[in-house]
């Protein structure tokens, strides 16, 4: 059995700066239309997470925490159970500690809600990786931004990734800080990790800035990521 952590609790001063700039209303990125004005950013990422096969979605939600639950169709909000982070003011690891300590699955697929362009079919890869690894409870797998297979670098490391909840809960658990210098403590204590190659070129991009949003939506190949309009 397997869970899904989806946070989405960020400041999203990048893109709200970008608009602003740009004299477009102001929104928090999460609830921008990217698939021909159906489905915004999170009801994308939503719905991959959600064909990858997990049995129970966590979405941890703080800043604009209204502005994103009055985005969502009621078909995702139906889908997800939603976590608030108490203060919202925190970072990543504080909103993954979170999510982690209130699904009842071991086994986790810990997912940013800006990232919808990761297929269902990576996110298998993902979990297959960890499920057929030689010591599950040892490993974490997850989309590689250098090398892919068994690393020998903690170089690289983000999310999306799936593993045992227990590995990383005890290092998160009074920290309040990004993921990447957690994630090389837990290289560094031994953990294997291993690097997924992505299945579309598309997948390596985080929707940071408007720009980042506009080219996601003018390339992405809806054949290739299934999406049912």
Do not use: W
């Not at 994308?44 to 502005?67: D, K, S």
């Not at 560094?188 to 991009?205: A, M, P, R, T, W």
């Amino acid at each position: 059995m397997v869970g899904a952590v989806i946070t989405a609790a960020g400041l999203n001063s990048r893109m709200r700066s970008d608009l602003k700039e740009l004299n477009l209303p102001i929104k928090n990125k999460l609830t921008l239309p990217l698939v021909n004005n159906k489905k915004t950013i999170l009801e994308c990422t939503i719905y991959n997470v959600l064909n990858a096969g997990v049995n129970n979605i966590i979405l941890v939600l703080g800043h604009y925490i209204e502005e994103i639950i009055d985005s969502l169709n009621d078909y995702y909000l139906s889908k997800v159970k939603i976590v608030e982070n108490k203060p919202h003011d925190v970072g990543l690891s504080k909103s993954l500690y979170n999510g982690l300590t209130n699904i009842d699955e071991d086994y986790v697929l810990c997912v940013s809600g800006d990232q919808p362009t990761v297929s269902d079919i990576t996110y298998k890869n993902i979990l297959n990786i960890l499920f057929n690894s030689p010591n599950i409870d040892n490993t974490i797998s997850f989309l590689r931004r250098r090398e892919y297979g068994k690393l020998d670098t903690a170089l690289g490391l983000g999310m999306p990734f799936a593993l045992n909840k227990n590995i990383i809960l005890p290092y998160i658990s009074s920290v309040d800080d990004n993921l990447n210098p957690i994630l090389r403590k837990i290289f560094d204590s031994g953990v294997d990790f291993y690097g997924v190659k992505e299945e579309f070129d598309l997948e390596l991009i985080n929707i940071n800035h408007y720009k980042d949003f506009k080219f996601v939506s003018e390339n992405i190949d809806l054949n290739n990521y299934n999406f049912r309009l």
